[in-house]
Protein backbone atom coordinates (compact mmCIF):
# COMPACT_ATOMS: atom_id res chain seq x y z
CA UNK A 1 0.00 0.00 0.00
CA UNK A 2 1.32 3.21 -1.18
CA UNK A 3 1.43 6.69 1.29
CA UNK A 4 -1.40 8.08 0.12
CA UNK A 5 -3.48 4.82 -0.84
CA UNK A 6 -4.30 5.62 3.04
CA UNK A 7 -6.40 8.44 2.24
CA UNK A 8 -7.96 7.14 -1.21
CA UNK A 9 -11.82 7.23 -0.48
CA UNK A 10 -12.62 3.86 -0.35
CA UNK A 11 -13.89 2.17 -3.74
CA UNK A 12 -17.45 2.16 -3.02
CA UNK A 13 -17.68 6.00 -2.34
CA UNK A 14 -17.06 7.56 -5.92
CA UNK A 15 -17.76 11.04 -6.90
CA UNK A 16 -19.11 12.16 -10.04
CA UNK A 17 -16.82 15.19 -10.21
CA UNK A 18 -13.61 15.83 -9.07
CA UNK A 19 -13.34 18.64 -6.19
CA UNK A 20 -14.53 22.22 -7.10
CA UNK A 21 -12.01 24.76 -6.82
CA UNK A 22 -13.85 26.36 -3.47
CA UNK A 23 -13.43 22.93 -2.10
CA UNK A 24 -9.69 22.69 -2.99
CA UNK A 25 -9.40 26.94 -1.59
CA UNK A 26 -10.94 25.40 1.82
CA UNK A 27 -8.86 22.55 2.01
CA UNK A 28 -5.92 24.34 1.28
CA UNK A 29 -6.46 27.02 4.19
CA UNK A 30 -7.02 24.66 6.57
CA UNK A 31 -3.72 23.17 5.61
CA UNK A 32 -2.17 26.44 6.16
CA UNK A 33 -3.65 27.48 8.93
CA UNK A 34 -2.27 24.02 10.52
CA UNK A 35 0.47 25.06 9.37
CA UNK A 36 0.90 28.97 10.89
CA UNK A 37 -0.22 27.03 13.85
CA UNK A 38 2.98 24.91 13.76
CA UNK A 39 0.63 21.74 13.50
CA UNK A 40 3.07 19.55 11.93
CA UNK A 41 0.76 16.31 12.36
CA UNK A 42 -2.40 18.02 11.34
CA UNK A 43 -1.12 19.65 8.00
CA UNK A 44 0.48 17.13 6.85
CA UNK A 45 -2.49 14.82 6.87
CA UNK A 46 -4.20 17.58 5.44
CA UNK A 47 -1.44 18.32 2.81
CA UNK A 48 -1.88 14.17 2.29
CA UNK A 49 -5.12 14.39 1.37
CA UNK A 50 -4.96 17.80 -0.90
CA UNK A 51 -2.73 15.46 -2.40
CA UNK A 52 -4.71 12.39 -2.83
CA UNK A 53 -6.85 13.52 -6.15
CA UNK A 54 -3.92 16.15 -7.31
CA UNK A 55 -0.73 17.00 -6.47
CA UNK A 56 -0.23 20.42 -6.29
CA UNK A 57 3.54 22.16 -5.37
CA UNK A 58 1.25 23.70 -2.29
CA UNK A 59 0.51 20.28 -1.11
CA UNK A 60 3.72 18.57 -1.74
CA UNK A 61 5.57 21.36 0.04
CA UNK A 62 3.51 21.59 3.14
CA UNK A 63 3.56 17.91 3.38
CA UNK A 64 6.92 17.99 2.90
CA UNK A 65 8.05 20.48 5.02
CA UNK A 66 5.92 19.55 7.73
CA UNK A 67 7.38 15.98 7.70
CA UNK A 68 10.73 17.24 7.59
CA UNK A 69 9.76 19.18 10.76
CA UNK A 70 8.64 16.23 12.65
CA UNK A 71 11.07 14.15 11.25
CA UNK A 72 13.45 16.27 13.39
CA UNK A 73 12.00 16.00 16.48
CA UNK A 74 11.24 12.16 16.27
CA UNK A 75 12.73 8.97 15.49
CA UNK A 76 9.10 7.56 14.91
CA UNK A 77 9.28 5.46 12.31
CA UNK A 78 5.98 6.49 10.83
CA UNK A 79 7.46 10.08 10.30
CA UNK A 80 10.33 8.45 8.61
CA UNK A 81 8.22 6.28 6.03
CA UNK A 82 6.37 9.43 5.71
CA UNK A 83 9.32 11.12 4.94
CA UNK A 84 10.29 9.09 2.21
CA UNK A 85 7.50 8.27 0.42
CA UNK A 86 6.47 12.06 0.18
CA UNK A 87 9.92 13.01 -1.39
CA UNK A 88 9.17 9.72 -3.93
CA UNK A 89 5.93 12.09 -4.85
CA UNK A 90 8.05 15.14 -5.24
CA UNK A 91 9.92 14.43 -7.34
CA UNK A 92 7.12 13.60 -9.74
CA UNK A 93 7.20 17.74 -9.94
CA UNK A 94 8.05 19.46 -13.33
CA UNK A 95 9.83 22.76 -14.41
CA UNK A 96 10.03 25.33 -11.59
CA UNK A 97 7.91 23.37 -8.98
CA UNK A 98 10.52 20.04 -8.92
CA UNK A 99 13.37 22.91 -8.63
CA UNK A 100 11.40 24.91 -5.49
CA UNK A 101 10.76 20.98 -4.15
CA UNK A 102 14.20 20.02 -4.94
CA UNK A 103 15.27 22.93 -3.12
CA UNK A 104 13.09 21.89 0.39
CA UNK A 105 15.05 19.00 -0.04
CA UNK A 106 18.33 20.37 -0.24
CA UNK A 107 18.93 19.08 -3.69
CA UNK A 108 19.12 22.36 -5.41
CA UNK A 109 21.17 25.41 -3.58
CA UNK A 110 19.44 28.60 -3.41
CA UNK A 111 21.57 30.36 -5.91
CA UNK A 112 20.51 27.73 -8.25
CA UNK A 113 16.67 28.30 -7.84
CA UNK A 114 17.37 31.96 -7.93
CA UNK A 115 18.71 31.31 -11.58
CA UNK A 116 15.92 29.65 -12.71
CA UNK A 117 13.33 32.05 -11.29
CA UNK A 118 11.77 34.67 -13.63
CA UNK A 119 8.75 36.64 -11.74
CA UNK A 120 8.59 37.75 -8.02
CA UNK A 121 6.77 34.87 -7.23
CA UNK A 122 9.40 32.39 -8.25
CA UNK A 123 11.51 34.82 -6.34
CA UNK A 124 9.48 34.88 -3.02
CA UNK A 125 8.80 30.79 -3.33
CA UNK A 126 12.90 30.14 -3.80
CA UNK A 127 13.82 32.38 -0.86
CA UNK A 128 10.50 30.79 1.39
CA UNK A 129 11.60 27.33 0.73
CA UNK A 130 15.59 27.98 1.52
CA UNK A 131 14.24 29.50 4.69
CA UNK A 132 12.18 26.92 5.59
CA UNK A 133 14.80 24.18 5.25
CA UNK A 134 17.35 26.48 6.80
CA UNK A 135 14.52 26.94 9.95
CA UNK A 136 13.58 23.00 9.94
CA UNK A 137 17.01 22.20 10.22
CA UNK A 138 17.85 24.71 12.98
CA UNK A 139 19.58 27.17 10.79
CA UNK A 140 17.84 30.34 13.05
CA UNK A 141 19.71 33.17 11.74
CA UNK A 142 20.38 32.26 8.20
CA UNK A 143 16.27 31.20 7.94
CA UNK A 144 15.35 34.99 9.50
CA UNK A 145 18.02 36.29 6.51
CA UNK A 146 16.00 34.68 4.08
CA UNK A 147 12.80 34.06 5.07
CA UNK A 148 13.12 38.38 5.12
CA UNK A 149 13.83 38.26 1.53
CA UNK A 150 10.78 36.19 0.85
CA UNK A 151 8.52 38.83 2.45
CA UNK A 152 10.32 41.70 0.88
CA UNK A 153 9.56 40.34 -2.81
CA UNK A 154 6.15 42.15 -2.70
CA UNK A 155 4.77 38.77 -4.62
CA UNK A 156 1.08 37.86 -4.86
CA UNK A 157 1.78 34.16 -3.45
CA UNK A 158 0.66 32.05 -0.45
CA UNK A 159 4.34 31.51 0.59
CA UNK A 160 4.82 35.09 1.57
CA UNK A 161 1.73 34.00 4.00
CA UNK A 162 3.98 30.76 5.09
CA UNK A 163 7.02 33.25 5.19
CA UNK A 164 5.88 35.90 7.58
CA UNK A 165 4.31 33.06 9.96
CA UNK A 166 7.92 31.27 9.45
CA UNK A 167 9.71 34.74 10.23
CA UNK A 168 7.95 35.31 13.31
CA UNK A 169 8.55 31.77 14.66
CA UNK A 170 12.46 32.13 13.86
CA UNK A 171 12.19 35.31 15.45
CA UNK A 172 11.07 34.06 18.48
CA UNK A 173 13.41 31.28 18.63
CA UNK A 174 16.20 33.60 17.97
CA UNK A 175 15.37 35.38 21.67
CA UNK A 176 15.26 31.85 23.47
Not at 29 to 37: G, I, L, P, R, T
Not at 129 to 140: K, W
Request: charged letters at 25%; hydrophobic letters at 45%; glycine letters at 4%.
Amino acid sequence: MGFLDRFRKPQNEHRSTPPTSVERIVAVNFCVESFKDRDWDTCMLRAAVLARDHVSLQAMQMLLISAQRMQHDSEDERDKSIWNNAVMLAHRMQGMDLIMVRLTLGEVTLEDALRSATTKNDFCKAYYYAGARSLSLGYVREAISTLKKAVAQGASTWEVDLAAADLAWAESLRKL
